[in-house]
């Protein structure tokens, strides 16, 4: 379903050109559940980011189920993201001042997901995911592993059949992490799951295929275990793709809105700040004017005619 031919991806800098892929060749297919490995800088989270379509590749061609996609503008990318892709990075790209119900329902918003099931399908997804206890909590409050669960949640509330990792676990402690794989492991079932690691240990045991970077090249890519009959492999349906698409603008207003007063405090002192330095900046102006006047009132009493200045009041 994905494919990757003679891949390339270079960075320019200012100086120099750095490589981020070189000749990549891979195929991955359902069910998958593929384990990339390398040292740091070896190009994992650039062969993550070039299959997700966040970034572009130079040379080569990648298909997306049998689609070429070097023709693939802005558009076409967001569109191949939102319906096929769930990324889940150490980052933790959630929403700090929502609360964890706030976080998934965003996600099914931006899926158009109907908006009577919305948060029952939301309150599902955080039982899922074993967090139900902090549903209304902050996520900034949350720990690591609970704001990682939150991600998840988000992530399955696209229901996206290709799930990408990028270092899931590296902020988190042994336990947390195992329980974080152990879940991905669950909830990736019949999917395509991609996920990089330094700790390649921990996702040994589920691991059906491994592969290793070295400076951009792939330098072992080894499937590990017969990798099972896939019965009910998931399919996208291409009406998903064309109701998933940019948010409206309803939609973005009402997230504007409602992160503005998700910190009520900031808000309060935001608005505080603008109203002192708007004052501040009248009474300046206030002075000058004024100053300007009695410099012209002097003026207009010098009767000598060959320095006379004419003033017109505003
Ligand atoms: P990894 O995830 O394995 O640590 P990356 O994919 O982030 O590695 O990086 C691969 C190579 O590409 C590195 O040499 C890195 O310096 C370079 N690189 C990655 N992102 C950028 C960028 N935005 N600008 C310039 N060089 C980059
Ligand atoms: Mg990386």
Same mark, same amino acid.
């Given at each position: 379903?994905?494919?990757?031919?003679?891949?390339?991806?270079?960075?320019?800098?200012?100086?120099?050109?750095?490589?981020?892929?070189?000749?990549?060749?891979?195929?991955?297919?359902?069910?998958?559940?593929?384990?990339?490995?390398? /040292?740091?800088? #070896?190009?994992?989270?650039?062969?993550?980011?070039?299959?997700?379509g966040?970034?572009?590749?130079?040379?080569?061609?990648?298909?997306?189920?049998?689609?070429?996609?070097?023709?693939y503008?802005?558009d076409d990318w967001e569109k191949y993201r939102a319906s096929n892709?769930?990324?889940?990075?150490?980052?933790?790209?959630?929403?700090?001042?929502?609360?964890?119900? /706030?976080?998934?329902?965003?996600?099914?918003?931006?899926?158009?997901?109907?908006?009577?099931?919305?948060?029952?399908?939301?309150?599902?997804?955080?039982?899922?995911?074993?967090?139900?206890?902090?549903?209304?909590?902050?996520?900034?409050?949350?720990?690591?592993?609970?704001?990682?669960?939150?991600?998840?949640?988000?992530?399955?509330?696209?229901?996206?059949?290709?799930?990408?990792?990028?270092?899931?676990?590296?902020?988190?402690?042994?336990?947390?992490?195992?329980?974080?794989?152990?879940?991905?492991?669950?909830?990736?079932?019949?999917?395509?799951?991609?996920?990089?690691?330094?700790?390649?240990?921990?996702?040994?045991?589920?691991?059906?295929?491994?592969?290793?970077?070295?400076?951009?090249?792939?330098?072992?890519?080894?499937?590990?275990?017969? /990798?099972?009959?896939?019965?009910?492999?998931?399919?996208?349906?291409?009406?998903?793709q064309t109701?998933k698409g940019k948010? #409206?603008?309803?939609?973005?207003?009402?997230?504007?809105?409602? #992160?503005?007063?998700?910190?009520?405090?900031?808000? *309060?002192?935001?608005?505080?700040?603008?109203?002192?330095?708007?004052?501040? *900046?009248?009474?300046?102006?206030?002075?000058?004017?004024?100053? #300007?006047?009695?410099?012209?009132?002097?003026?207009?009493?010098?009767?000598?005619?060959?320095?006379?200045?004419?003033?017109?009041?505003?």
């Amino acid at each position: 379903m994905i494919k990757l031919q003679n891949i390339s991806k270079y960075y320019h800098t200012s100086n120099s050109v750095a490589s981020g892929l070189q000749k990549v060749n891979l195929e991955f297919s359902m069910g998958e559940f593929v384990v990339v490995t390398g /040292q740091s800088g #070896s190009g994992k989270s650039t062969l993550l980011n070039v299959i997700s379509g966040l970034d572009s590749y130079e040379e080569g061609e990648m298909y997306l189920f049998g689609e070429e996609t070097s023709h693939y503008l802005i558009d076409d990318w967001e569109k191949y993201r939102a319906s096929n892709i769930g990324y889940i990075s150490q980052n933790y790209n959630i929403i700090n001042s929502f609360t964890v119900l /706030q976080n998934v329902l965003v996600a099914l918003e931006l899926q158009n997901y109907p908006k009577e099931n919305r948060k029952k399908r939301a309150l599902e997804l955080i039982e899922m995911v074993g967090i139900s206890h902090r549903t209304h909590h902050k996520a900034g409050k949350l720990s690591g592993g609970e704001k990682q669960r939150t991600v998840i949640a988000r992530a399955l509330a696209k229901d996206a059949p290709i799930i990408v990792c990028d270092e899931p676990t590296g902020n988190l402690d042994t336990q947390s992490s195992n329980a974080i794989i152990a879940l991905i492991e669950k909830l990736g079932k019949n999917k395509l799951i991609i996920l990089v690691t330094h700790n390649y240990e921990e996702v040994e045991h589920i691991a059906t295929r491994r592969i290793r970077l070295r400076d951009g090249e792939i330098i072992e890519d080894q499937k590990i275990v017969k /990798q099972e009959a896939v019965n009910q492999v998931q399919k996208v349906d291409p009406e998903k793709q064309t109701i998933k698409g940019k948010p #409206s603008w309803y939609t973005l207003l009402h997230f504007a809105f409602r #992160s503005l007063f998700a910190t009520p405090k900031r808000l *309060f002192f935001m608005l505080t700040l603008q109203t002192i330095i708007t004052g501040i *900046f009248i009474l300046i102006y206030a002075y000058l004017m004024f100053s #300007s006047d009695l410099l012209v009132g002097e003026l207009a009493g010098d009767n000598d005619s060959s320095h006379r200045v004419e003033v017109v009041k505003r």
